[in-house]
C-alpha cells in the first residue's frame, strides 16, 4: 500500500512537472522568446596623468584650426539635449548594432555578449546557442554556448551512472563460468591421473591430452561450463554501444565548446561575454554575427530560439592609410656586359683533341652550343669576344700539363670558332629565301664581323681543388687539415706527390680530380645601339612596392623587413600595424606635418595614453583635410576620443 503511495506521488509529480513545462512553453513561443546579441563595453582608454592636467583629468587645451586656444572636456548630451561634462562614462551594454574594431597583427578581436533572459532558464533544460559569423559571403559557425540547468546536469550524469553499473554486470573473467567444484570430483572419480595434473607444472598438449583420455581438453571444460550465462554476458558485451545511448541520451561534451556552465536558479539573465579572433583578409571589410539556438530537456527539442538580431563589425585597417607612390632608383647602365658559364669536357689523356663520343662530352657540347646560339641570336646584345679558358688536374709534370692545357684550350676555341661561322651562313642562308617582283631589288646585308676566340689556360687547378676538398663530405676535419699543410709546398709536382702518399688521395683522384678538368668561356658583349660607356636611368624599386604591397595584403610582418630602411611615412604605417608605436613615432616626427602624418601621429599618441597630443594631431589633420573628421570614426583610438570629448561637435 505504501509502495502504491509512492508511485502514485511520483506520477503526480511528473504530470505537475510536465504541465508546468508545457505551461512555460506556451508562455516562451506566445513571447517569442529569444536570446539576444549586443555589444560590449569597451575597454576604458588609459587617462592622461602629466603636466598641468593631474588638476582636472578629463579636461584638454588644444589649439582650434584657426588658431585659437579651446578647452575640451568629456561630455555627454543631458535631457534638455546639451552637451554637459561629465567624469566617467560606464555602461555595461552598449545598445547600437555595429561597431567599428580595429585590425592589428592581421587579426581582429570581436567582442558581444550573449544575453538569456531569465525566463527561457529552467533547470531541468538546456539551452544550446550557435553563434555564426559572415565572414566574405561564407557562413562559418563559431564554438557553441551550453548553458545547462542543475537537474539536467544530474539527468546526464545518472544516464553515466547507469551505464557504468551495466558495465560492471559485465563479467571479464570467463573462468567464473565453469562449475569448477563439479569439474574436479569428475575428474577425481573417473580420471585420477589427469585429476593428478593440477598440481603437475608439466605442459600437456591439447592432442596428447585426447589421445590418452579420448575427450579433449576443451570439449571438458565446455561440459562444465554454464553456457547460458556466459552466452547472456557475450549479448551484453555486444549491446554496450546500444545500451550506452539508452542511458547517455545527451552525452556531456567537453571539446568544441566556448561554454557549459551549470545553473542552480533563474534569478536573473545569463550574460556571456564572447571573443572571437578573426584572420583578416585583405578584402574583408565587415563581418555580421547572428545568433540561433535550442532549448532541450535531455535529447528532445522543446523550443527553437528565434534568430537574434545580427551585430555588425566594420573592420579599419591602417593599411589603407598607405600612401600610393611609386619609388624609383637610380640605375647605371653600363655598354659593355660579360657573362660566363663552365662546362666539363673530357679528353683523353694526354690528348686535347675534342671526342664528341667521349663520356659526357656530347650532353656539354650541345649545352655550349645552345648558349652560343642565345647569345648570337640576342636582340639587345651584340657579341665581341670569348675568352675560352681550359684547365687540368694536377696529376702528371705541371710542364706537360701547362702545354696541355694550352693546346686544350686552343681546340675548344677553333671547335666553337667553326660552329659559330657555320651557325651564321645557317642564319643568312634562312634570311635569303626570299623573292621580290622588282627585278631591281638587291639586297645587302652587309658585312660579318667576327667574334675572336681568345685561348687561355691554367695548368693544374689548385684553387678549386681547395674548394672541393672544403665541401667534401667524405674528407674529416683531419684530412683537411693535412690537405692544408701539405698545400704550403710552393712546388707543384713536389705538392703533388706529397698528396699521393696520404690516405684520402685515391678518393681525390678518382672524384675530384675529373671535375678540374673544365672549359669556361667568358663572353664579352655589348648593349646594341649604345655609344656612351654608361647611361644613368630610374627604374621602379620593386623592393618597396612589395613592401607597399605586403601592408596592402596585411602581411604586416613582411612589410616591415622590406620597408623598414626606407624610413618613411609608409615604413611608419607598417610599423603601426604591428604596434611597434615607438619606431612609428620615431620616423613621423622627422616628416612634415601632412594631414596624414598628423592622423597617424593621433593614433600612435592615443595608444601611448596622451590625450592631449593625439587630439591636438586628430584636429591638425582635420583642419588640414576635412575627410579626417568621417575617418576618425573608424579607428577605434580616435573614435574614442572623439567620443569623449565631443571633438567632431566642434568640427
Not at 502504491?4 to 503526480?12: E, V
Not at 669576344?385 to 696529376?395: G, H, K, Y
Request: glycine content about 4%; hydrophobic content about 35%.
Amino acid at each position: 500500500m505504501r509502495a502504491f503511495r509512492y508511485i502514485t506521488a511520483a506520477l503526480a509529480l511528473a504530470a505537475l512537472l510536465s504541465c508546468s513545462t508545457q505551461s512555460k512553453l506556451r508562455s516562451l513561443r506566445k513571447g517569442a522568446a529569444a536570446a539576444s546579441l549586443a555589444l560590449a563595453r569597451e575597454d576604458k582608454l588609459p587617462e592622461i596623468s602629466s603636466g598641468d592636467l593631474q588638476a582636472h583629468r578629463d579636461t584638454l587645451k588644444v589649439q582650434a584650426p584657426d588658431g585659437r586656444e579651446m578647452m575640451i572636456m568629456r561630455a555627454v548630451r543631458n535631457e534638455d539635449g546639451e552637451m554637459v561634462a561629465t567624469d566617467v562614462i560606464e555602461a555595461a551594454i552598449v545598445t547600437a548594432r555595429f561597431r567599428n574594431v580595429a585590425e592589428r597583427h592581421g587579426k581582429v578581436d570581436l567582442r558581444f555578449l550573449v544575453t538569456v533572459p531569465k525566463d527561457m532558464l529552467d533547470s531541468r533544460w538546456q539551452l544550446r546557442l550557435t553563434p555564426e559569423m559572415n565572414v566574405l559571403g561564407e557562413d562559418i559557425m563559431l564554438d557553441p554556448v551550453l548553458i545547462t540547468g542543475k537537474d539536467y546536469r544530474r539527468a546526464q550524469l545518472r544516464g553515466y551512472q547507469q551505464y557504468e553499473r551495466f558495465l560492471r554486470s559485465i563479467i571479464t573473467d570467463t573462468t567464473r563460468f565453469i562449475r569448477q567444484h563439479e569439474l574436479e570430483v569428475f575428474l577425481h572419480r573417473n580420471i585420477p591421473d589427469l585429476y593428478s595434473l593440477k598440481t603437475d607444472t608439466t605442459f600437456v598438449s591439447d592432442e596428447a591430452f585426447a589421445s590418452i583420455y579420448g575427450v579433449t581438453e576443451r570439449e571438458a571444460v565446455d561440459h562444465y561450463t554454464r553456457m547460458l550465462a556466459a552466452s547472456y554476458n557475450r549479448r551484453k558485451i555486444e549491446r554496450k554501444d546500444r545500451m550506452f545511448e539508452r542511458y547517455v541520451k545527451v552525452p556531456i561534451v567537453t571539446e568544441g565548446l566556448r561554454l557549459d556552465t551549470v545553473f542552480v536558479t533563474a534569478g536573473g539573465d545569463f550574460v556571456y561575454e564572447y571573443v572571437q579572433t578573426v584572420n583578416t583578409a585583405p578584402a574583408l571589410r565587415r563581418v555580421d554575427v547572428r545568433l540561433s539556438g535550442s532549448i532541450f530537456e535531455e535529447d528532445r527539442d522543446l523550443y527553437s530560439i528565434p534568430p537574434a538580431d545580427p551585430l555588425t563589425f566594420y573592420i579599419s585597417s591602417l593599411s589603407t592609410l598607405t600612401l600610393d607612390e611609386e619609388r624609383y632608383l637610380t640605375q647605371v647602365i653600363g655598354r659593355r656586359v660579360t657573362a660566363n658559364s663552365t662546362y666539363w669536357i673530357d679528353f683523353e689523356s694526354g690528348k686535347y683533341e675534342i671526342n664528341p663520343g667521349l663520356g659526357e662530352n656530347a650532353v656539354e657540347i650541345s649545352r655550349i652550343k645552345h648558349h652560343l646560339g642565345e647569345l648570337l641570336e640576342n636582340k639587345e646584345f651584340d657579341l665581341d669576344s670569348i675568352i675560352v679558358t681550359a684547365s687540368c688536374s694536377p696529376e702528371g709534370e705541371y710542364r706537360v700539363n701547362e702545354t696541355l692545357s694550352g693546346r686544350r684550350s686552343t681546340s675548344v676555341s677553333q671547335y666553337f670558332d667553326r660552329y659559330i661561322r657555320h651557325y651564321r651562313d645557317s642564319l643568312a642562308d634562312a634570311a635569303g629565301l626570299f623573292y621580290s617582283l622588282d627585278p631591281s631589288f638587291a639586297r645587302d646585308s652587309g658585312p660579318v664581323r667576327s667574334i675572336p676566340f681568345i685561348s687561355r689556360n691554367i695548368p693544374e687547378n689548385w684553387d678549386m681543388l681547395s674548394d672541393l676538398v672544403g665541401k667534401d663530405p667524405e674528407m674529416d676535419e683531419t684530412d683537411r687539415d693535412d690537405f692544408r699543410l701539405k698545400m704550403e709546398v710552393r712546388d707543384p709536382d713536389t705538392r703533388e706527390r706529397g698528396l699521393s702518399a696520404a690516405p684520402y688521395y685515391p678518393r681525390m683522384r678518382t672524384v675530384l680530380y675529373p671535375r678540374l678538368r673544365t672549359v669556361r668561356f667568358d663572353f664579352h658583349l655589348h648593349r646594341k645601339g649604345m655609344v656612351k660607356d654608361t647611361v644613368h636611368t630610374t627604374v621602379l624599386d620593386t623592393v618597396y612596392m612589395r613592401g607597399l604591397q605586403a601592408i596592402k595584403d596585411r602581411d604586416y610582418r613582411t612589410a616591415v623587413t622590406l620597408l623598414r630602411p626606407y624610413d618613411d611615412y609608409n615604413a611608419a604605417v607598417a610599423f603601426c600595424c604591428m604596434d611597434y608605436n615607438e619606431s612609428a613615432l620615431a620616423i613621423l616626427e622627422r616628416l612634415e606635418k601632412t594631414p596624414a602624418v598628423n592622423y597617424l601621429l593621433a593614433i600612435v599618441h592615443s595608444r601611448k595614453g596622451e590625450d592631449q597630443d593625439a587630439v591636438q594631431h586628430y584636429l591638425d589633420a582635420c583642419g588640414q583635410d576635412p575627410s579626417y573628421v568621417h575617418r576618425g570614426n573608424l579607428d577605434p583610438e580616435i573614435s574614442g576620443l572623439i567620443d569623449r570629448y565631443n571633438l567632431n561637435m566642434d568640427l
